[in-house]
C-alpha cells in the first residue's frame, strides 16, 4: 500500500512583523499546508524544537541576532529547506544567505504567488518521499566518484564508508548538474538555469557561494579543488570520472 502523507507540508514562518507573518499565515493555509510562526530567534528555536518543519522562510533584518546569524544556527543542526527574506534588493544579501546555506533568497516588498511559487519550487526539489517498495527497489540513477556514491533519486550523497554527507537542497541540485555533464566546462548563467529551472539574475558570486560550500564538503582540500574545478572567466568544470549505475 502506498505511503501516503499524512499531514500537509509545514512552513515555519520568521518575521518580525506581525502584520506579514499572519498575511503568510493565512495564505499558506488557504493553500493547504500547515504554518507556524516565530517574531525571533528564540521563538523559531522554541518551534523547531518542538516540531517537525518542511521549510523555513526567514526574514533577514531581525531584533537581537539578525537572519544571517540564524540561519548559520540552523544549518549548524538541519538541512532543512531555507528561504530568506531580504528587506532590500542587495546582492552582498543574497550572496551571503547562499554562503550561509540558504535554498533561495526573495526581495521585499514581494507578491504571494510569488513567495507560494519560490516555496513549491524548493519542496519539489527536496529529497522524496519513498514508499517501502521503492526503498527495497535499486535506483535508476546512481553515480560513483572518488569514493562518493550520488543516488539521485534518493538524494543522497555517501562516503564509501556509509556515512551521509548531508547537503542542502541547493547544493543538492548544484553537484547533480555538475556530476551529470562531467569533463563539460559550465557557464555559470547555465548553472543557475540547470539548478534553478527558471530565470534568475545569475550573479557570478551567487554560484560562487554555492560552489564554495559544496567544495567544503566533497573536496579532500578545498583551498585546492580537485573535483569541482574552476575555469577562469568562464564557469566550473566537474573534473573527476563520473560512473554511472543503471537499473
Same mark, same amino acid.
Not at 517498495?133 to 564508508?161: C, H, I, K, N, T
Given at each position: /500500500? %502506498?505511503? %501516503?502523507?499524512?499531514?500537509?507540508?509545514?512552513? @515555519?514562518?520568521?518575521?518580525?512583523?506581525?502584520?506579514? $507573518?499572519?498575511?503568510?499565515? =493565512?495564505?499558506?493555509?488557504?493553500?493547504?499546508?500547515?504554518?507556524?510562526?516565530?517574531?525571533?530567534?528564540?521563538? /523559531?528555536?522554541?518551534? @523547531?524544537?518542538?516540531?517537525?518543519?518542511?521549510?523555513?522562510?526567514?526574514?533577514?533584518?531581525?531584533?537581537?541576532?539578525?537572519?544571517?546569524?540564524?540561519? &548559520?544556527?540552523?544549518?549548524? &543542526?538541519?538541512?532543512?529547506?531555507?528561504?530568506?527574506? *531580504?528587506?532590500?534588493?542587495?546582492?552582498?544579501?543574497?550572496?551571503?544567505?547562499?554562503?550561509?546555506?540558504?535554498?533561495?533568497?526573495?526581495?521585499?516588498?514581494?507578491?504571494?504567488?510569488?513567495?507560494?511559487?519560490?516555496? &513549491?519550487?524548493?519542496?519539489? $526539489? $527536496?529529497?522524496?518521499?519513498?514508499?517501502?517498495?521503492?526503498?527495497?527497489?535499486?535506483?535508476?540513477?546512481?553515480?560513483?566518484?572518488?569514493?562518493?556514491?550520488?543516488?539521485?533519486?534518493?538524494?543522497?550523497?555517501?562516503?564509501?564508508?556509509?556515512?551521509?554527507?548531508?547537503? *542542502? *537542497?541547493?547544493?543538492?541540485?548544484?553537484?547533480?548538474?555538475?556530476?551529470?555533464?562531467?569533463?563539460?566546462?559550465?557557464?555559470?548563467?547555465?548553472? /543557475?538555469?540547470?539548478?534553478?529551472?527558471?530565470?534568475?539574475?545569475?550573479?557570478?558570486?551567487?554560484?560562487?557561494?554555492?560552489? %564554495?560550500?559544496?567544495? =567544503?564538503?566533497?573536496?579532500?582540500?578545498?583551498?585546492?579543488?580537485?573535483?569541482?574545478?574552476?575555469?577562469?572567466?568562464?564557469?566550473?568544470?566537474?573534473?573527476? &570520472?563520473? *560512473?554511472?549505475?543503471? %537499473?
Amino acid at each position: /500500500m %502506498a505511503n %501516503a502523507r499524512a499531514l500537509p507540508e509545514h512552513i @515555519l514562518v520568521v518575521d518580525d512583523d506581525p502584520r506579514i $507573518r499572519q498575511m503568510l499565515s =493565512r495564505y499558506f493555509e488557504e493553500e493547504g499546508y500547515r504554518v507556524s510562526l516565530a517574531g525571533d530567534g528564540d521563538e /523559531m528555536r522554541a518551534c @523547531l524544537d518542538k516540531q517537525s518543519i518542511d521549510i523555513i522562510l526567514l526574514d533577514l533584518m531581525l531584533p537581537g541576532q539578525d537572519g544571517l546569524s540564524l540561519a &548559520r544556527d540552523i544549518r549548524s &543542526r538541519s538541512d532543512v529547506p531555507l528561504i530568506m527574506l *531580504t528587506g532590500r534588493n542587495d546582492v552582498v544579501d543574497r550572496v551571503v544567505g547562499l554562503e550561509v546555506g540558504a535554498d533561495d533568497y526573495i526581495a521585499k516588498p514581494f507578491h504571494l504567488r510569488e513567495v507560494l511559487a519560490r516555496i &513549491r519550487g524548493v519542496l519539489r $526539489r $527536496r529529497q522524496p518521499q519513498l514508499s517501502q517498495g521503492d526503498r527495497d527497489a535499486p535506483s535508476a540513477e546512481v553515480y560513483y566518484f572518488e569514493g562518493l556514491r550520488l543516488d539521485v533519486d534518493r538524494r543522497q550523497l555517501v562516503s564509501d564508508d556509509g556515512r551521509e554527507i548531508p547537503l *542542502t *537542497t541547493g547544493e543538492f541540485d548544484m553537484l547533480c548538474v555538475l556530476v551529470k555533464h562531467a569533463g563539460r566546462v559550465l557557464q555559470r548563467e547555465l548553472l /543557475m538555469d540547470l539548478t534553478r529551472g527558471r530565470n534568475l539574475e545569475a550573479f557570478d558570486r551567487t554560484i560562487d557561494a554555492q560552489i %564554495a560550500r559544496l567544495r =567544503r564538503k566533497i573536496e579532500r582540500d578545498p583551498s585546492r579543488p580537485a573535483l569541482i574545478k574552476s575555469v577562469r572567466g568562464v564557469g566550473y568544470v566537474f573534473s573527476a &570520472r563520473a *560512473t554511472r549505475q543503471h %537499473a
